[in-house]
């Protein structure tokens, strides 16, 4: 049974341009959420995607973008990197349907994002 | 804002002791809570969760306690082995909330 899986898993770029991060959800999930980790924190909410919609968004500029497919895999879009936008991105995949709801987050490994 | 904490960044435990790694949250509304282990190079692995209407849960190895009275959370790892060597996690959510509120998080290091 194949976990949660992102690619790639390390990135470099430069300011200003625009980086896509990819993930599939774990066997049987439905629920995408996208987390961002700076070095010696908690991992902080950016957006959850549900039935090809962001379902709700973290405290995170609109550079931050996404999309589910019908496949349940989705994609993060940073546009305009900064420097600070450095970091760990972790997807994390669960099961919600609107009848029923697991609310254990599964992760993935994570993409390393260093913007120069 | 509501934030989850933790009361030690580091925690050294001789391999064989018990291990307790506490959390204290500050949002009353807070109605699940979870523990996550973090590997270096890896992303974070669930280890147990609890509801507000328990006040604790028993996994392998593994115990959650939760003490809503005064807002804290603890997670307790039995006869510790080397491979429980990692960052450990607190996290809660809001009933209706999708957002996993972490804390910073807290070393375990195994002393052999």
């Known amino acids: 049974d194949a976990g949660v899986t992102q690619s790639p898993t390390h990135l470099i770029k430069t300011r200003g341009q625009q980086v896509t991060l990819r993930c599939s959800p774990k066997s049987g999930h439905d629920t995408v959420s996208w987390y961002q980790q700076a070095l010696g924190q908690g991992p902080q909410f950016i957006f959850q995607?549900?039935?090809?919609?962001?379902?709700q968004r973290g405290n995170f500029p609109d550079r931050f973008s996404g999309h589910q497919f019908p496949n349940y895999s989705s994609e993060l879009n940073v546009n305009a990197l900064l420097l600070g936008d450095s970091a760990l991105y972790l997807c994390?995949?669960?099961?919600?349907?609107?009848?029923?709801?697991?609310?254990?987050?599964?992760f993935g490994s994570g993409t390393q994002l260093s913007v120069l | 804002g509501e934030s989850v904490g933790l009361h030690l960044p580091t925690l050294s435990v001789q391999e064989g002791d018990n291990s307790i790694i506490n959390c204290a949250y500050s949002n009353s509304a807070s109605d699940y809570f979870i523990w996550y282990k973090q590997e270096s190079g890896k992303g974070p692995q669930f280890i147990i969760d609890i509801r507000s209407n328990m006040d604790k849960r028993q996994g392998q190895r593994v115990t959650v306690l939760l003490n809503k009275t005064v807002k804290h959370l603890s997670l307790q790892i039995a006869a510790t082995q080397p491979g429980d060597s990692a960052v450990y996690f607190c996290?809660?959510?809001?009933?209706?909330?999708?957002?996993?509120?972490f804390g910073t998080g807290t070393r375990l290091t195994i002393i052999p």
């Open positions: 996290a809660e959510k809001e009933f209706g909330n999708e957002k996993l509120t």
């Open positions: 994390a995949s669960s099961y919600g349907t609107t009848r029923e709801r697991d609310e254990k987050l599964f």
């Open positions: 995607y549900y039935e090809e919609e962001e379902r």
